[in-house]
């Protein structure tokens, strides 16, 4: 059986860029961390990061530096969750947001990761998946 049990991001200082997504998800870090291995838990996943020597940041969407990866996070309220994440040190890259309220936009977190705020308005999330609202 396999089983996803943890999403490592690699970074020049794990503990404070935990502590930026501790933030950002309002997620404690999990007891336990230390420099070389800090975690944050949701559910049976956990969000981990580890200092790597020579870190390159990415540089989205410069295939050069390439992503690694992103995160998605859906939001209710994507103004007010944009300036959160704006004061705890994350920079606005890309806005993809229509004029029907759906989109996301894109983010950097302190070391360039990029990650985006997702609104979909009138999406109904269930265990099988998304289901999208009826558009006229």
């Known amino acids: ?5 943890d ?5 020049p200082d794990a503990m404070k860029l935990a ?3 501790s933030k950002v998800t309002g997620r404690p870090i999990k007891e336990g961390s230390h420099e070389n291995w800090v975690g944050i838990q949701f559910g049976e996943i956990e969000l981990a990061f580890t200092p790597v020597e020579d870190y390159r940041a990415p540089r989205w969407p410069d295939s050069e530096h390439p992503k690694q990866f992103h995160l998605d996070f ?9 300036n959160r994440v704006l ?6 890259q890309h806005d993809s947001i229509g004029p029907d309220g759906y989109g ?5 977190d302190p070391v360039g990761h990029p990650f ?4 979909n308005k009138g999406v109904i999330w269930t265990d099988q998946g998304l289901i999208w609202p009826k558009r006229a």
């Open 7 to 11: 999403f490592i991001i690699d970074c």
């Open 116 to 119: 985006c705020l997702c609104r």
């Open 74 to 82: 859906e939001v209710d309220d994507i103004e007010a969750e944009q």
């Open 19 to 21: 502590g930026f997504y």
């Open 87 to 92: 004061v705890l040190g994350a920079s606005l």
């Open 1 to 5: 059986m396999l089983r996803l049990t």
């Open 104 to 108: 996301f936009r894109v983010y950097t």
